[in-house]
């Protein structure tokens, strides 16, 4: 599956009015980080006192200071974007769409990495986890899978907890589950995204089973694992994954700051003899 650019990724985020002022914006990321106003001055080398005029509207931020104040609250690259226009400032960070030439090198790199980890699966997904590109350990999984669940955009959540999706397969559906739910509320807390709650509304309302799936014939054997595993079903075998994901580092353009690659590592010597049997 190759790197494809996905219509909801620029929606990342609900916009701002640029109106409101910059000093609310930062007010309010500063209070969801909890960070008091002395503690981000100590950070970003200013006063409290200047923090204070900031958020209250009493003094205009430099273009310098509103990076280095979101720098220092952690505030994703898209809503840097915003918080500069709300100060008065151009957008400092380009949005490339992800078919864009400029990004050719980024994809086959991307693809390259997938490839060659085969046979253990592994795909790209962006902010809102729609899946850009997955290698062939991936298609495996979803084999079986209901059409309707499969065209694009692909939802990696949506595949994983969908009851016609990858959930009924899942052995540990209400861990895996968990896991997930949590993740996207830190990435909710994170960005505060609207398009990702309400996503994160939908896959938690998809309804999971009084009890466990039963078992198959093949039960894994006992392993003491490191984290915990997604065990999932896959022809009449129990293979077993630990998740693991990579994010670009001081990404400079919001298209790439919310690509992450996730990986698949196998979690029992069970599941890594399937998985290189299939290369033979």
Do not use: C
Request: charged fraction near 20%.
């Amino acid at each position: 599956m190759t790197l494809v650019p996905s219509a909801d990724a620029a929606s990342v985020t609900a916009s701002t009015p640029a109106e409101q002022g910059v000093g609310p914006l930062l007010r309010a990321w500063r209070e969801q980080r909890r960070v008091s106003q002395l503690e981000l001055a100590l950070r970003a080398d200013s006063s409290a006192r200047h923090i204070s005029f900031i958020e209250t509207g009493r003094s205009r931020p430099s273009e310098e200071m509103v990076l280095r104040l979101a720098e220092h609250l952690e505030v994703p690259v898209r809503e840097r974007n915003a918080l500069l226009l709300a100060a008065g400032y151009a957008p400092r960070y380009p949005e490339t769409p992800l078919d864009d030439p400029a990004l050719d090198a980024l994809r086959a790199g991307m693809e390259q990495l997938i490839q060659g980890y085969e046979p253990y699966p592994a795909l790209v997904v962006d902010a809102m986890y729609h899946v850009h590109a997955a290698n062939r350990g991936i298609l495996m999984l979803l084999d079986g899978i209901p059409e309707h669940l499969l065209k694009p955009p692909l939802n990696a959540m949506r595949l994983t907890l969908h009851p016609e999706g990858l959930a009924p397969r899942i052995r540990n559906l209400r861990e895996w589950r968990g896991h997930l739910l949590a993740q996207m509320d830190r990435q909710i807390a994170l960005r505060r995204s609207e398009p990702l709650r309400r996503l994160y509304e939908e896959v938690a309302a998809y309804p999971v089973p009084a009890e466990e799936p039963p078992g198959t014939d093949q039960e894994p054997a006992p392993v003491p694992y490191f984290a915990l595993p997604m065990q999932i079903e896959h022809e009449g075998r129990v293979l077993s994954f630990i998740s693991s994901i990579s994010t670009f580092n001081t990404p400079m353009d919001v298209t790439v700051a919310e690509l992450a690659i996730e990986t698949l590592l196998p979690a029992d010597p069970a599941t890594v003899k399937y998985l290189q049997s299939l290369m033979s």
